[in-house]
């Protein structure tokens, strides 16, 4: 017991040297290439903290192996531009002023709902609501809201039509049928929802709709009340 709890306390002093020595971004939001070194360490550490039969000098070197490793990568990292954006990927405009890139979403494996999400986790309710939206190559979500974005943002939006289909549970909250919204659809000049990208309404009847390939549209419904 106590050779394991001495072999513990040296593998977690090598760690804390090492993890300091990456810097402040290793332990911030971290590169792709950098979430794989941390995993890599920490199971490199485990191994001769729990087998006394490895020979801790094993595990030890192995550490100091991948942090050599992660400077020459940082190095590439910083010093060639081309091959920042392979190693560490490129930030991906996933929405901007003509609406959605379906494209960009897809390239990111994400969907509508993702972008609505991290949208919403950002402080904006409604697609309309910011010119530009991108996925950072560290995966983080950043956002460029119109001037005058909170008057956009009078109820709360729900994706009525995503990938051509329809939500009913979210078409019985609105409390009208399909042909309604059809209907609204055709006097907007788009005749097949199916190319509908999405669809979302807010309780005043806000309407915002995207074709895949065209610019987004908004048209408002005159309500008699707000439903949420």
Not at 55 to 71: E, K, R
Not at 185 to 194: D, G, T, V
Request: aromatic content about 8%; overall charge neutral; charged content about 25%.
């Amino acid at each position: 017991m106590a050779l394991i709890f001495i072999r513990t306390c040296i593998i977690f002093i090598t760690l804390l040297i090492i993890m300091r020595l990456m810097g402040k971004r290793q332990i911030g939001e971290m590169q792709p290439y950098e979430l794989v070194i941390t995993l890599i360490i920490a199971d490199l550490a485990c191994i001769p903290m729990s087998d006394t039969s490895i020979p801790l000098a094993y595990g030890i070197v192995a550490i100091i192996s991948i942090y050599f490793l992660h400077q020459v990568v940082c190095l590439i990292d910083l010093g060639i531009p081309k091959a920042k954006a392979i190693v560490s990927g490129s930030p991906s405009i996933v929405l901007n002023k003509n609406g959605i890139d379906d494209k960009e979403l897809k390239k990111n494996n994400l969907d509508i709902s993702d972008l609505v999400e991290s949208l919403r986790s950002a402080g904006y309710f409604s697609l309309d609501a910011v010119d530009y939206a991108l996925y950072e190559s560290n995966g983080s979500f950043s956002a460029l809201p119109k001037p005058e974005y909170e008057e956009e943002q009078t109820s709360l939006p729900v994706i009525l039509i995503k990938d051509g289909k329809f939500d009913e549970n979210n078409l019985q909250l609105t409390k009208r049928n399909k042909e309604y919204f059809l209907r609204v659809l055709r006097e907007n000049h788009c005749e097949n929802p199916k190319k509908l990208l999405v669809l979302t309404v807010d309780g005043n009847g806000k309407i915002y709709f995207q074709e895949r390939g065209k610019k987004f549209c908004v048209v408002r419904m005159n309500w008699e009340k707000k439903l949420w």
